[in-house]
């Protein structure tokens, strides 16, 4: 069983930037794609950042050139580096792993989710 927990989130000013983490467990990390959605208020979970276990990534258009998934094998962990944060940016941001090494824009992928970490971008 892989368990994954994110850490990273909090209050930031709109333009402020903010880097989570994702820690997982298990010995199969270094095989896995990897992901990032998220859920605002009153919306769908939606996609962010997706990467395979070579290191490709894949952006969400909204946070394209903002934001950037990254992953270290040795430690287990994922990262999402997020720049020039919006308002609109505002969400629980969750982490999601998948028992394959390709990355997918689609939650309904992924067979691992970390409990959320909440993102809150202030005006």
């Known amino acids: 069983q892989v368990q994954l927990v994110e850490s990273g989130g909090g209050l930031v000013q709109a333009g402020g930037s903010l880097r989570l983490s994702c820690a997982a467990s298990?010995?199969?990390?270094?095989?896995?794609?990897m992901g990032w959605f998220r859920r605002a208020p009153g919306k769908e979970r939606e996609f962010v950042a997706t990467i395979n276990s070579i290191g490709t990534a894949e952006s969400a258009d909204a946070v394209k050139g903002r934001f950037t998934i990254s992953r270290d094998n040795a430690q287990r962990t994922v990262y999402l580096q997020m720049n020039s944060l919006k308002p609109e940016d505002t969400a629980v941001y969750y982490c999601?792993?998948?028992?394959?090494?390709?990355?997918?824009?689609?939650?309904?992928?992924?067979?691992?989710w970390g409990q959320g970490t909440q993102v809150a971008v202030s005006s």
């Open positions: 999601a792993g998948r028992a394959s090494p390709w990355g997918s824009v689609h939650s309904r992928d992924y067979d691992y």
């Open positions: 298990g010995r199969t990390f270094s095989s896995s794609a």
